[in-house]
């Protein structure tokens, strides 16, 4: 409601645009974190329709426009594209950190200078653990966090990094452990969606046989 005089969007209306573009699902899902959800948010499916990746980037960037802001940091891969959207709509520069080794870094000669102050962008924030590693790549160099800025908050409300935090769209995510997903118990198919390889395998459940290691750089 706070966003409403910048943001032309309602909740209702995101949530409309989420669905038809395939962005929010719904039936029994696997979440990275290893839970079980009856909802599935894919926020590239959104962000690859020009109008809505401007719409919602312009939300998150008019919260933040009376800042001052040096730089725009996100951690790849799903806070490359709405970084750089926020960034060019700012028309401050952008740069995305990557994991090497299973550590966020910044490479591509990518630099942050001491005393410079930071903006953090990511797509959805669930746990916040990348932006906070990425917002320590920062402050470890000198900089200052200017603000944190997402699209979806799955935490609803409950990540808290930064004092100047916006999100468009607070979800209250609903998660079952194994044991007691009744998702599960009424033998509703599971969906494992999504690019990223659950990081920790879970002691009980099958473990999808994945490469070993990273083939490129
Ligand atoms: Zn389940």
């Not at 040096?70 to 700012?90: K, Y």
């Not at 000669?109 to 746990?127: C, K, P, Y």
Request: net charge neutral; glycine share 10%; hydrophobic share 40%.
């Amino acid at each position: 409601m706070s966003a409403a005089l910048s943001h032309p969007l309602s909740k209702d209306d995101l949530i409309q645009i989420f669905k038809s573009t395939g962005a929010l699902l719904e039936g029994h899902f696997k979440l990275s974190s290893g839970l079980h959800s009856p909802n599935y948010f894919q926020c590239a499916k959104v962000l690859q329709h020009p109008k809505y990746l401007e719409q919602l980037c312009s939300g998150i960037a008019e919260h933040f426009r009376g800042e001052s802001i040096d730089a725009v940091l996100s951690p790849a891969i799903g806070g490359v594209v709405v970084g750089t959207e926020v960034g060019r709509q700012l028309g401050v520069r952008t740069l995305f950190a990557e994991r090497a080794d299973g550590v966020m870094s910044l490479r591509r000669g990518f630099e942050i200078a001491a005393g410079e102050r930071v903006l953090f962008i990511e797509d959805v924030v669930t746990t916040g653990g990348s932006v906070r590693e990425v917002m320590k790549l920062a402050t470890e160099r000198g900089a200052f966090v200017a603000g944190v800025g997402f699209i979806v908050d799955r935490s609803n409300g409950k990540v808290r990094l930064a004092e100047n935090q916006f999100s468009l769209l607070q979800l209250d995510v609903v998660t079952y452990q194994l044991d007691v997903c009744p998702l599960c118990a009424a033998d509703v198919p599971l969906v494992k969606p999504g690019s990223r390889p659950s990081p920790l395998a879970s002691s009980s459940s099958a473990v999808p046989t994945t490469q070993q290691g990273t083939p490129g750089v």
